[in-house]
């Protein structure tokens, strides 16, 4: 363990003042500020919501904003049991571009929410993966860039993204969101589709392919 750590560090260093090039700090300071708690991540969920008619009702939005809020639980609950210092407490000599956030750095929040939405826009809308995987890079990147992350803490952040997006599409989003909305009042007819509120059920077959075959004959 102490020498996957020891690299890490090496790897830090390399990445943070090694490949640190100043005309392109403010970029990265600028990607890093934009995916904060997820901020522009949820801005695509707000996009999905108010384009809802447009890209199949409101699971595409429901199930954005559920990845996203269980992988902020993970990434929350594994930050308190591992506590990792952050690079600028640990480490001298560094770029700290930013104001250091009061949580402990493994893993990333910001890899989690990134990797979590690239994953479910892709498995939802395929063509999606040529903008939200190098979104969810830079902004992961930027991570190190600007001196709070450990590269292991991205890793792994954007590995539990990606199996928490996996959880994410095997749960039975409608029916919890049929659930949650059926409890405010006028919700659902202002969010939900007419055929989102009503499910169609239409039989295979007419009443008239049901006839005995005799009577066909």
């Excluded at 522009?40 to 707000?46: E, Y």
């Excluded at 559920?66 to 690079?87: D, H, L, S, Y």
Aim: proline share 7%; aromatic share 10%; hydrophobic share 50%.
């Amino acid at each position: 363990m102490e020498s996957i750590l020891s690299l890490d560090q090496q790897l830090f260093y390399w990445i943070n003042v090694r490949l640190n090039i100043p005309s392109l700090d403010w970029f990265m300071i600028f990607a890093t500020r934009i995916s904060d708690k997820g901020l522009f991540w949820f801005l695509i969920v707000l996009i999905l919501l108010l384009n809802r008619r447009r890209v199949g009702g409101i699971r595409p939005a429901a199930t954005l904003f559920t990845g996203i809020g269980i992988g902020g639980v993970v990434e929350n609950i594994i930050k308190f049991i591992v506590a990792r210092p952050r690079p600028p407490m640990a480490e001298e000599h560094i770029n700290h571009l930013i104001h250091l956030p009061v949580s402990s750095s493994f893993p990333s929040g910001h890899a989690v929410s990134s990797f979590v939405s690239m994953y479910i826009l892709y498995r939802l809308f395929p063509k999606s993966i040529v903008w939200t995987l190098p979104c969810a890079v830079i902004m992961s990147y930027s991570r190190i860039y600007v001196g709070v992350h450990y590269p292991l803490d991205i890793i792994v952040g954007a590995i539990i993204g990606i199996a928490v997006g996996k959880l994410t599409m095997k749960l039975p989003i409608m029916a919890i969101a049929h659930k949650l909305l059926s409890r405010i009042p006028g919700a659902r007819r202002y969010i939900l589709s007419a055929d989102e509120i009503i499910p169609k059920n239409i039989p295979t077959e007419t009443p008239s392919t049901l006839e005995p075959r005799e009577k066909q004959l």
